[in-house]
T-cell receptor, first 113, second 112 residues
Framework: ETGVTQSPTHLIKTRGQQVTLRCSSQ?????VSWYQQALGQGPQFIFQ???????GRGNFPPRFSGLQFPNYSSELNVNALELDDSALYLC????????????FGQGTRLTVV | QQQVKQSPQSLIVQKGGISIINCAYE??????FPWYQQFPGKGPALLIA?????SEKKEGRFTISFNKSAKQFSLHIMDSQPGDSATYFC???????????FGGGTRVLVKP
């Protein structure tokens, strides 16, 4: 087991609602990256936070936003949920920005109905 | 545009056999190539990784072969065990990059 924990593990939301997902990074890690994994596909990079600043963003609209706190934990916020947002959301923490030693949490399964 | 292409999508192998998964990439800026193993309900876990200055890396029953000129790399699982049944993802990172670019995944089933 990695030291990366995500909450909640499962979530059902209605289209148009907003959701907040949380991630506690592994001790000693200052970088958190978020990925979206649709069913049967590989994870897609959403964005990365390094020492509380956004450090790169993938091809996701602005309604996907995030935060990183002084203790390096992080939140992913998604506004105006769409059916296609249904996916497993993964948080990965690492001790630097390169992600060469990224440790993933178990993910949050989001279902939008 | 899929920057890392992975094949096959699924694979069935007998216990004790060899599982082989292939990946190809297009962007020559990639310089680190990890493989991840994912069990149902879990996040991906780093299995083994290689840099392009090395043609092969072995860790236990897992071996990566890397062909820089062909822009291809592969994972070999020797003496496959039922506990190896999982989905495997290849990935790539650019030099000084900050994100993992994943392949589409290969679901491996090892039959006893």
């Amino acid at each position: 087991e990695t030291g990366v924990t995500q909450s909640p593990t499962h979530l059902i939301k209605t289209r148009g609602q907003q959701v907040t997902l949380r991630c506690s990074s592994q001790s000693g890690h200052n970088t958190v990256s978020w990925y979206q994994q649709a069913l049967g596909q590989g994870p897609q990079f959403i964005f990365q936070y390094y020492r509380e600043e956004e450090n790169g963003r993938g091809n996701f609209p602005p309604r996907f936003s995030g935060l990183q706190f002084p203790n390096y934990s992080s939140e992913l916020n998604v506004n105006a949920l769409e059916l296609d947002d249904s996916a497993l959301y993964l948080c990965a923490s690492s001790f630097d920005r390169t992600n060469t030693e990224a440790f993933f949490g178990q993910g949050t399964r989001l279902t939008v109905v | 545009q899929q920057q890392v292409k992975q094949s096959p999508q699924s694979l069935i192998v007998q216990k004790g056999g060899i599982s082989i998964i292939n990946c190809a990439y297009e962007n020559t800026a990639f310089d680190y190539f990890p493989w991840y193993q994912q069990f149902p309900g879990k996040g991906p876990a780093l299995l083994i990784a290689i840099r392009p200055d090395v043609s092969e890396k072995k860790e236990g029953r897992f071996t990566i072969s890397f062909n820089k000129s062909a822009k291809q790399f592969s994972l070999h699982i020797m003496d496959s065990q039922p506990g190896d049944s999982a989905t495997y993802f290849c990935a790539a990172i650019k030099a000084a990059g900050n994100k993992l670019t994943f392949g589409g995944g290969t679901r491996v089933l090892v039959k006893p």
